[in-house]
């Protein structure tokens, strides 16, 4: 069993926790575990120390640590060039976007770097075909965002969050968005006008907990955009390439988007890879010169995405996603029936959980903090849920190990409230 989690101040050892609080901006709050090296679904700190992964870069390490074939074709690449601009052809880009049109369905496929600057390209993208298409005005388009959404950090996208800490002293901000309530169709229909060109919405809402849509939403709101000419933008940055148990969370509503926004698993967890993605009718609106990006669509992120993707194929990691999201989702159920009220909901699709946690017995941090003690890494949203979402490769062992470890967490949590528990059945113990 993993050992509690290194401060990185044992005998000859740097004190990185201290160097990054002192050199670097304070704009995170990291779990203290000083990372030295991974592979796979597991982690080493710097004392050697052993964790589960079970956070997987908020899904940007989907394949895994060092998944060796994306690292022989980094290392392939690197040997022969890696960033030119898209200022001249290269050999990895073109291989790279056909086999992305070939897997998400799309037609033409516009990388970037962030999966922020994928959001921001579909911006501009929903706008000027807002503008040259439906025949809205120019500075009138208007575009429909949900409550609770989360799209990047960027100053166009914060102004449009509904989070207060997001926001606060970054402004002015800019205008053309109009909030919905996420899974409310009567508030998309009360929130737009003659000049909203697109709805711009995360299939699953990760970063407020991971909150499904409710059923037969998606169908209803792709009928509501085609019959009032307005595109359905899809943000899969996190939901995209097999974390849900599909290639693309909107199969399991039934749906094809106007466009979709793909990020983090396309980089396969070794550098940042992002994607607008559109039939001709939607990306053409764009003509050279009307946007790019030095880094976006360089030969090396080419060469690793297009691997990455063959690895997701080859290796049949989105029915593995889904299988061993069914079964995690399930043991997660388990804990949550044996703590009451501790838990109070368990909800996912895929190899991405979300356990809600009731503020009135601790919080979601106070658990992943020991949680992380007990060599398990996951992260908390507001709060309230932790998130889990490991690489699309972990196995039915790690994943129990995983499980009998919060297991042993939320029951000791339990009994300092004083309240009783639901012992776990002998298997599981013996799990």
Same mark, same amino acid.
């Given at each position: 069993?993993?050992?509690?989690?290194?401060?990185?101040?044992?005998?000859?050892?740097?004190?990185?926790?201290?160097?990054?609080?002192? =050199?670097?901006?304070?704009?995170?709050?990291?779990?203290?575990?000083?990372?030295?090296? &991974?592979?796979?679904? %597991?982690?080493?700190?710097?004392?050697?120390?052993?964790?589960?992964?079970?956070?997987?870069?908020?899904?940007?390490?989907?394949?895994?640590?060092?998944?060796?074939?994306?690292?022989?074709?980094?290392?392939?690449?690197?040997?022969?060039?890696?960033?030119?601009?898209?200022?001249?052809?290269? *050999?990895?880009?073109?291989?790279? $976007?056909?086999?992305?049109?070939?897997?998400?369905?799309?037609?033409?496929?516009?990388?970037?770097?962030?999966?922020?600057?994928?959001?921001?390209?579909?911006?501009?993208?929903?706008?000027?075909?807002?503008?040259?298409?439906?025949?809205?005005?120019?500075?009138?388009?208007?575009?429909?965002?949900?409550?609770?959404?989360?799209?990047?950090? *960027?100053?166009?996208?914060?102004? =449009?969050?509904?989070?207060?800490? !997001?926001?606060?002293?970054?402004?002015?901000?800019?205008?053309?968005?109009?909030?919905?309530?996420?899974?409310?169709?009567?508030?998309?229909?009360?929130?737009?006008?003659?000049?909203?060109?697109? /709805?711009l919405i995360e299939p699953i809402q990760g970063e407020a907990g991971v909150l499904?849509?409710?059923?037969?939403?998606?169908?209803?709101?792709?009928?509501?955009?085609?019959?009032?000419?307005?595109?359905?933008?899809?943000?899969?940055?996190?939901?995209? %390439?097999?974390?849900?148990?599909?290639?693309?969370?909107?199969?399991?509503?039934?749906?094809?988007?106007?466009?979709?926004?793909?990020?983090?698993?396309?980089?396969?967890?070794?550098?940042?890879?992002?994607?607008?993605?559109?039939? &001709?009718?939607?990306?053409?609106?764009? *003509?050279?010169?009307?946007?790019?990006?030095?880094?976006?669509?360089?030969?090396?992120?080419?060469?690793?995405?297009?691997?990455? %993707?063959?690895?997701?194929?080859?290796?049949?990691? /989105? +029915?593995?996603?889904?299988?061993?999201?069914? !079964?995690?989702?399930?043991?997660?159920?388990? /804990?949550?029936?044996?703590?009451?009220?501790l838990i109070r909901d368990v909800r996912g699709r895929g190899l991405w959980v979300?356990?809600?946690?009731?503020?009135?017995?601790?919080?979601?941090?106070?658990?992943?903090?020991?949680?992380a003690a007990a060599g398990v890494l996951s992260k908390e949203t507001h709060d309230?849920?932790?998130?889990?979402?490991?690489? $699309?490769?972990?196995?039915? +062992?790690?994943?129990?190990?995983?499980?009998?470890?919060?297991?042993? /967490?939320?029951?000791?949590?339990?009994?300092?409230?004083?309240?009783?528990?639901?012992?776990?059945?002998?298997?599981?113990?013996?799990?």
């Amino acid at each position: 069993m993993a050992a509690a989690p290194s401060t990185g101040t044992a005998a000859g050892i740097p004190d990185y926790i201290g160097q990054e609080a002192r =050199f670097g901006a304070r704009n995170y709050a990291p779990v203290p575990v000083v990372v030295d090296r &991974a592979l796979d679904c %597991l982690v080493w700190d710097v004392e050697g120390r052993e964790y589960i992964d079970m956070m997987s870069a908020y899904s940007a390490v989907s394949h895994g640590h060092l998944h060796p074939r994306l690292v022989a074709a980094a290392q392939r690449q690197l040997a022969r060039v890696a960033v030119t601009s898209r200022a001249y052809y290269g *050999t990895t880009l073109g291989p790279f $976007l056909e086999k992305l049109s070939e897997v998400t369905g799309f037609e033409r496929a516009l990388p970037m770097n962030t999966g922020a600057e994928a959001v921001e390209t579909a911006i501009k993208c929903a706008r000027r075909w807002g503008h040259r298409v439906k025949g809205i005005v120019d500075g009138r388009q208007q575009i429909l965002v949900a409550r609770g959404n989360f799209h990047g950090r *960027t100053s166009t996208i914060i102004g =449009f969050s509904s989070e207060a800490g !997001y926001r606060v002293g970054f402004g002015p901000f800019a205008d053309g968005f109009q909030h919905f309530d996420f899974g409310d169709m009567e508030s998309i229909k009360a929130a737009a006008t003659a000049d909203t060109c697109a /709805v711009l919405i995360e299939p699953i809402q990760g970063e407020a907990g991971v909150l499904l849509p409710p059923p037969g939403f998606f169908l209803q709101l792709r009928v509501w955009c085609t019959e009032n000419n307005v595109l359905l933008i899809d943000d899969e940055v996190q939901a995209g %390439l097999g974390r849900t148990g599909k290639w693309f969370a909107f199969e399991h509503e039934g749906i094809r988007p106007d466009a979709l926004i793909l990020g983090k698993a396309l980089g396969g967890g070794l550098l940042p890879v992002s994607a607008f993605v559109a039939d &001709a009718a939607v990306m053409d609106v764009f *003509t050279p010169n009307s946007h790019g990006s030095t880094f976006g669509g360089n030969a090396l992120a080419a060469a690793v995405a297009l691997e990455g %993707l063959r690895v997701l194929e080859d290796e049949k990691l /989105v +029915e593995r996603s889904a299988e061993l999201g069914a !079964y995690l989702i399930a043991r997660l159920r388990e /804990v949550q029936a044996e703590v009451r009220p501790l838990i109070r909901d368990v909800r996912g699709r895929g190899l991405w959980v979300g356990v809600d946690i009731d503020p009135a017995c601790t919080t979601a941090r106070d658990l992943v903090e020991r949680l992380a003690a007990a060599g398990v890494l996951s992260k908390e949203t507001h709060d309230t849920v932790i998130r889990f979402a490991p690489p $699309l490769t972990i196995s039915h +062992e790690l994943v129990d190990r995983a499980v009998e470890t919060f297991r042993r /967490v939320a029951h000791e949590s339990h009994r300092k409230l004083g309240l009783a528990t639901i012992p776990p059945t002998p298997e599981h113990v013996a799990a």
